[in-house]
Every structure is written in structure tokens, then in C-alpha cells.
């Protein structure tokens, strides 16, 4: 925290540092589209290419599908979380 009490972000970590960080963590990532893919983060490239394992597929909150793996699109995700 700041003396003003905000909270300050640490500006040495890049997004794709972060993600380097947690390869085999739990995820979500959500589309663009509103879907959301919840695995284990297997590899992040430059472009923020994402490819999970042990994947399951949310639409409206409900799980539609499972998957063994999956590659996402960078240019596809609106944010990603570490479960």
C-alpha cells in the first residue's frame, strides 16, 4: 500500500512473466464469447497463445464439455485467473 492507501501495482511483471510463473497451476480463462475454460496452464507464448490440460468447457456457468487438451487463442481471451 501507498501512504495515500492505494495499492500499488509492481511493475516489473509483465502478463506473460506472471503466467510463465504459474505453468501447472489451475486457471480460467474467459473468451471474448463468455466462455470459460478452467485447466492446468501447460505453456504461454509471446502472443498469449494458452495451452491447457484436464480442461473443462463453461457456458453460462454450466460445464459442457471436458477435454484432455486445448489451445486457446491469444487474441481470443479476455482475462485470464489463477484458480
Known sequence: MSETGAATVDDSKDPSGFLSEIIGASITVKLNSGVEYRGELQ???GYMNIALEKTEEY??????HKYGDVFIRGN????????
Open 43 to 45: 505453456s504461454v507464448d
Open 59 to 64: 457456458v453460462g456457468g454450466q460445464l459442457k
Open 76 to 83: 481470443n481471451v479476455l482475462y485470464i485467473s489463477q484458480d
